[in-house]
């Protein structure tokens, strides 16, 4: 009997072609190697097995055995054996979660926690490989940590999980994970709201959305600039928040914010 493979992964699925000669009947089973057991016998002169690994070895020897009998009619029956061993590595499931449920950007990132579901998590025998979008990798992690997005849009995230020792085994679970971006919303108050000079305000920023360029000015009533300022946040910071202005002369003044990522 022949098959092309000496290895394949758990669950795979193995024919055998049998160019025996002589043979009237046939019987095929597979054990384990050093085991006195009969797994999945079969009575046909071809036999395929799907073997599962489902022990602890990475890899485990299996032992597919083959008996071709011819009766001579004389009251003795002829047998032949064959005997083919089988290295069976262990496979894995990958899977995994993500919370949020809807990620959305604030503040010009938003943080994702991703959760390894995969069956099994062994990082003795399998290599957990992530690819998240956006040029973002993280290799050989079974728990590859918070994953921080700065860009809004559907991440195509990919987990692929490789025998270690057998590197054919592996296999990729894909999912995807919606990014939104909410409207800037420049906005900010101010305390005191009036006062005499000198006065001494705060303004506080408000903004809501994914803005990380603060632009104030303050103007006098006649649109002359008493004050300029640029702020700048990394993403995923909070917003700058509130910072103090002195009006020493008396008048109206007004206040601008531009928001803008």
């Excluded at 000496?6 to 055998?16: D, H, N, Q, T």
């Excluded at 011819?70 to 894995?92: M, R």
């Excluded at 950007?105 to 399998?126: E, K, R, Y």
Aim: proline content about 6%; glycine content about 6%.
């Amino acid at each position: 009997v022949y098959t092309p493979k000496s290895e394949i992964c758990s669950g795979e699925l193995i024919s055998f072609d049998n160019q025996t000669l002589g043979a009237a009947s046939h019987e095929w089973f597979y054990r384990r190697q050093g085991v006195d057991e009969q797994i999945d016998l079969k009575t046909t002169r071809e036999a395929s097995f799907t073997i599962v690994n489902e022990g602890t070895n990475n890899p485990q020897v299996y032992e597919i055995v083959y008996r071709g009998y011819t009766d001579n009619n004389d009251g003795n029956i002829c047998e032949s054996t064959q005997i083919i061993p089988l290295n069976v590595y262990k496979f894995a499931d990958p899977n995994f979660s993500f919370t949020p449920a809807n990620p959305v950007i604030t503040n010009g990132a938003t943080s994702i926690q991703i959760t390894n579901l995969t069956n099994p998590l062994d990082d003795s025998n399998f290599q957990y490989d992530w690819e998240f979008g956006d040029g973002i990798t993280v290799i050989d992690q079974i728990n590859p940590g918070d994953v921080s997005y700065s860009q809004a849009g559907n991440k195509e995230v990919r987990l692929t999980v490789i025998n270690r020792m057998y590197e054919s085994c592996s296999n990729t679970f894909i999912s995807t994970i919606p990014i939104e971006d909410i409207p800037i919303a420049a906005d900010f108050n101010i305390s005191p709201a009036s006062g005499c000079a000198p006065l001494d305000f705060e303004i506080a920023n408000n903004t809501l959305g994914s803005a990380d360029k603060f632009s104030w000015t303050i103007y006098k009533q006649n649109n002359e600039v008493v004050y300029e300022s640029v702020a700048l946040s990394e993403p995923g910071a909070p917003a700058p928040v509130s910072f103090s202005f002195t009006f020493y002369d008396a008048g109206f003044y007004s206040i601008a914010l531009v928001a803008e990522n």
